[in-house]
């Protein structure tokens, strides 16, 4: 992990990218406090991870979901699957719209 000022970030900013991409983390200063991090995602799991974890939408979706499950509104594993599935099969037997293709020719 390296820690360096913005404006040395601003000048070398490719090479800032290849350093988090080998050596981890770059903690980005303004006036002394960190102000923010240059972090190189290993795949796209870990992009997604790190997106959702800084979601306020996706966390307050998933603090309503906690909530739901521990008053004893929540549906069992075996029963959310075979929901899934239920709407996958019926999504898929829906005849699909040609206005993609009308529009690409």
């Known amino acids: 992990m390296k820690i ?3 404006a040395d970030v601003k000048a070398r900013l490719s090479s800032s990218l ?3 991409g080998t050596d981890g983390p770059v903690l980005i200063t303004r ?9 190189a995602p290993k795949d ?20 309503k979901s906690r909530r739901s499950i521990k ?7 075996n029963e959310f699957w075979k929901t899934v599935a239920l ?6 037997s829906k005849p699909r719209s040609s206005k993609a293709f009308k529009s690409a020719s």
């Open 4 to 6: 360096a000022p913005l």
């Open 18 to 20: 290849v350093e988090c």
């Open 31 to 39: 006036n002394g406090k960190v102000a923010a991090i240059l972090l």
């Open 44 to 63: 796209d799991e870990d992009l997604e991870r790190l997106v959702l974890a800084h979601s306020r939408r996706f966390l307050a979706l998933l603090e």
């Open 71 to 77: 008053a004893g509104r929540g549906v069992s594993h």
């Open 87 to 92: 709407r996958h099969k019926a999504n898929s």
